[in-house]
């Protein structure tokens, strides 16, 4: 689905991202890292807001480049930035149709889609309130739900549980879990429990490079998650000094 080698972002004299080669296939797929890692811009990399500086990136076969039409990937694929702007006035399924329009969601596909993508993040009964007048979490999920209206077979989260209560994570996590079973699901936050209990593998960044690959087992130290996550860091962190 997804193939990096050698990513390499820069801006002036500072990398985003310095080096960066991995495969993420469908499945619920992890970017964890501290503020600052690389992961929101390997994010946006891949949802072709920005050109790599060196490196390859290829999405569902398609070569992320100057010279490539970003349309035909964005057709394909679901984008939650961390601060998505929402259109107050709208309401959440006036919002979600509006991004399934720019994602070319078929016309006579619609009357499904959206209300599908409501339902699936629990504001079927919220659908014409305006935003405005939803709380900062229900925002937080009308965003999920433009991300994945139309099933696409990207979706790329970037914190997608900020704002959710416990509850609402947990229900977040149970759909991530039923979208990577057909789709390559891209999932980036600082917290280790959002990225660890919904991922089948998870990535580690730091300053820009990757410091760990495996599943959320292989990164525990003794049973441990943010122990072996803490210890991941520390060691990548020596090494590099």
């Not at 935003?131 to 433009?146: K, P, Y």
């Not at 947990?170 to 991530?176: A, I, K, N, S, Y």
């Not at 990577?180 to 959002?194: A, Y």
Request: aromatic fraction near 6%; proline fraction near 6%; include cysteine.
């Amino acid at each position: 689905m997804i193939q990096i080698e050698d990513l390499t972002v820069r801006y002036r004299a500072r990398h985003a991202l310095a080096g960066v080669t991995a495969r993420f296939d469908v499945g619920v797929n992890g970017l964890l890292g501290p503020n600052g890692a690389g992961k929101s811009t390997l994010v946006r990399v891949l949802a072709t807001l920005i050109t790599p500086t060196s490196g390859s990136a290829e999405v569902l076969g398609r070569r992320l480049d100057a010279a490539s039409d970003p349309r035909e990937i964005r057709r394909r694929l679901g984008y939650l930035p961390q601060e998505l702007g929402y259109y107050p006035r709208f309401t959440a399924r006036e919002f979600v149709e509006h991004f399934a329009w720019l994602k070319e969601v078929p016309a006579a596909g619609l009357p499904d889609a959206v209300p599908r993508a409501l339902e699936r993040v629990g504001l079927a009964d919220r659908a014409d309130e305006k935003i405005r007048r939803l709380s900062g979490g229900m925002r937080r999920r009308v965003g999920i739900a433009q991300a994945i209206v139309g099933e696409p077979p990207v979706l790329l989260l970037d914190e997608p549980a900020t704002g959710l209560d416990p509850e609402q994570r947990m229900e977040f996590r149970q759909l991530l879990a039923e979208l990577g079973r057909q789709s390559c699901v891209i999932v980036s936050s600082h917290l280790v429990e959002d990225v660890a209990k919904a991922c089948d593998r998870m990535w580690v960044l730091d300053a820009g490079r990757p410091v760990f690959e495996g599943t959320p087992a292989e990164l525990a130290a003794d049973g441990d998650l943010e122990a072996g996550y803490r210890a991941v860091l520390s060691s990548a962190r020596e090494e590099a000094a």
